[in-house]
């Protein structure tokens, strides 16, 4: 369904009882407020870098969980995209969803061939047993491979 087809998010969470998933075409805090209010959603999940960056995806984040709605982060692109959800992800508290236990925060991690994902990182971040570890250097803590990037350019 397009994805602000609010009323088509509903239509569907309404005949289905699995958990609903969207947003990851919306944009800022104020865009997800819509889908918040409509209870469109069961877990949001906006693109990092496409929603507002660091700053405005944690507080996107904070109004799911006040709307008692699971935060997932989209992650499309590159290492650099993974880099930016894991360390958002960090500091994410677990969701608590009504009478249950708290379930830990997730990263979606595309596993699809991709010959630029990880090519353009220094060293490539990777799961090992399902669990995906946030880099630890200064700012993102990776290192972008410039001559790798080198590569991909369109001259």
Do not use: N, W
């Amino acid at each position: 369904m397009r994805p602000e087809d609010i009323a088509g998010y509903r239509a569907v969470k309404a005949a289905l009882s699995i958990p609903i998933a969207g947003g990851e075409c919306e944009f800022t805090r104020f865009g997800f407020r819509d889908l918040f209010v409509s209870r469109a959603l069961d877990v949001a999940q906006p693109d990092t870098g496409g929603a507002g960056g660091l700053s405005e995806c944690k507080k996107i984040a904070d109004m799911a969980e006040t709307f008692g709605i699971r935060y997932i982060p989209h992650v499309s692109g590159t290492g650099v995209a993974i880099a930016a959800s894991l360390h958002l992800l960090a500091v994410l508290p677990p969701h608590t969803p009504p009478s249950l236990r708290p379930i830990a925060p997730v990263l979606e991690l595309d596993r699809t061939e991709d010959p630029i994902r990880q090519a353009v990182l220094a060293e490539p971040i990777e799961h090992v047993r399902g669990v995906v570890r946030v880099p630890s250097g200064s700012g993102l803590g990776i290192e972008v491979d410039r001559k790798a990037l080198a590569k991909f350019a369109v001259r």
